[in-house]
Nanobody
């Protein structure tokens, strides 16, 4: 059973940084693309970044240049470094997995599964 535990969120001022972590269990991480998603109050969940099995990456336009995704298959961990935070980045952040036959793919960012409880990121002065 695919399962994730997200951590690393918190309250930060605009312009600040956080490093989110995603611990995977119940499966072999390196067989899957991993995505980071977020859901703000009153909004639908959106995909912000993903990483393929061969470490190809994708970023939504809203986070490009500010977020960086990485994975450590040996530790079964995925990370999201988020910099230059803005109030509109406030959301609960989740990670999830999806199998793609092609090692280089991680999009489209639908059909991912294994949702954890998420980690809250709040950007406010």
């Amino acid at each position: 059973q695919v399962q994730f535990v997200e951590s690393g969120g918190g309250l930060v001022q605009p312009g600040g940084s956080l490093r989110l972590s995603c611990a995977a269990s119940g499966f072999t991480l390196d067989n899957y693309a991993i995505g980071w998603f977020r859901q703000a109050p009153g909004k639908e969940r959106e995909g912000v970044s993903c990483i393929s099995r061969n470490d190809g990456t994708y970023y939504a336009d809203s986070v490009k240049g500010r977020f960086a995704i990485s994975r450590d298959n040996a530790k079964n961990m995925v990370y999201l470094q988020i910099n230059s935070l803005r109030p509109e980045d406030t959301a609960v952040y989740y990670c999830a997995a999806k199998y793609f036959m092609q090692w280089s793919r991680c999009i489209p960012m639908d059909g991912y599964s294994g949702w954890g409880q998420g980690t809250q990121v709040t950007v406010s002065s």
